[in-house]
């Protein structure tokens, strides 16, 4: 067994945004007994011991907890690489200037749209103009700006614009991300769900911009995986390189996986290292002799790794199955119907999506600073 390589450490599922495609859980009331500072810096100093180099400070809005810079500082005094994902609401000078200190490395900016409107009225809060001012704070400060975009049906037309947005802000890297259907995503699907013919525009400015912008910018574009003959190696496999821990503590092996009925893992009650080698829950899909057919007897099950565990589940009930995005998989018509519905040229445009229900009223209860 490998030693795992990244943590993402959902710090809380306080938010100031209100995105219809999160993937953060739908309830939310079991993660309101946050981890404390001290119970943070355990997870982080014994996640190093076993191995991890890269911790990644997410959840929600991870400036939303006020011992953010002292669990910056208890990271980068472990000599791991730290990256912050934020939506940068709440990203002030002073605060900026405290992580530049404590040794932050890296901060990933999440945006909705290239426009203010669209992208205010995805984020569900005025949030547009803020984000662009913490972009330029981001690059005085001397940190690469790296660009996260979540691509779905309302956004996806406007892709050239966002990659000029990306350029003009000198931004060293922009991650576009399909949206994943777990969470609150997976209540908002068919409205989220981007048309082939969308997707083949998208793939051919995608290209377009690679050649235009050479090195200067990088430029991370998945296609997303329902209009794939193949799954997503998930994870690079369940428990092999990365693991989360939410704002409670449960430990899990992919941000997702709390939707899944299987035994529950918290690092309150076992170890970090225990959990990854020992736990019922890590070890549930980890490797290959837990698969199905058709993944056990296929030469690309050290590729993909079956797929997907969390989208087997959401759409098929059992997360043992192979994942239905893959041709070869018997429930391959759950993914088709779905594909099927949003290229149907009766489909109505701009299709009204759910945002997530104001997530600011679970300010953490527990934090001690
Ligand atoms: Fe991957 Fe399984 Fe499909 Fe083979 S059958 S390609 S291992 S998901
Ligand atoms: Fe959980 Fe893929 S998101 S295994």
Request: aromatic share 6%; glycine share 6%.
């Amino acid at each position: 067994m490998d030693s795992p390589y990244g943590l993402l450490a959902e710090l809380t599922y306080a938010c100031p945004l209100q995105c219809a495609y999160c993937s953060n859980p739908l309830a939310l009331d079991e993660y309101r007994e946050e981890l404390t500072t001290q119970e943070w810096q355990r997870v982080i100093t014994e996640a190093a011991e076993l191995g991890v180099l890269q911790l990644h400070l997410s959840g929600g809005e991870p400036l939303q907890r006020r011992d953010i810079v002292e669990l910056v500082q208890t990271a980068s005094d472990l000599g791991l690489y730290t990256n912050l994902i934020t939506s940068a609401i709440g990203l002030s000078e002073r605060r900026a200037e405290q992580l530049r200190e404590a040794g932050l490395d890296h901060v990933q900016i999440s945006i909705q749209a290239d426009q203010q409107n669209l992208s205010d009225q995805i984020a569900g809060v005025r949030s547009f103009e803020r984000k662009r001012e913490a972009a330029n704070l981001v690059r005085r400060l001397g940190w690469p700006i790296t660009l996260n975009v979540v691509l779905h049906q309302q956004n996806l037309d406007h892709i050239a614009g966002i990659l000029e947005m990306a350029e003009d802000m000198g931004a060293d890297r922009i991650e576009l991300a399909n949206t994943q259907y777990y969470g609150w995503a997976g209540l908002n699907r068919s409205g989220l769900m981007p048309s082939r013919e969308q997707l083949r525009h998208a793939e051919e400015v995608v290209r377009e911009a690679r050649e235009r912008v050479g090195d200067r910018m990088e430029i991370i574009y998945v296609i997303p995986d329902y209009y794939s003959r193949y799954p997503k190696p998930c994870m690079d496999g369940w428990a092999s390189r990365q693991f989360t821990v939410t704002p409670n503590g449960d430990a899990l092996p992919c941000p997702a996986a709390q939707s899944l009925p299987l035994p529950k893992a918290n690092v309150r009650e076992h170890s970090v290292a225990w959990i990854w080698q020992d736990s019922p829950l890590f070890n549930e899909y980890r490797g290959t002799d837990w698969m199905p057919e058709p993944c056990q007897s296929c030469d690309r099950k050290e590729l993909d790794f079956g797929g997907c565990r969390c989208q087997a589940f959401a759409l098929t009930g059992d997360a043992s199955r192979t994942d239905p995005v893959c041709h070869l998989s018997p429930d391959h018509g759950l993914v088709e119907t779905v594909v099927a519905e949003a290229n149907d040229p009766a489909r109505p445009s701009g299709a009204t999506l759910t945002p997530r229900p104001h997530p600011r009223r679970l300010q953490p209860r527990t934090v001690t600073v």
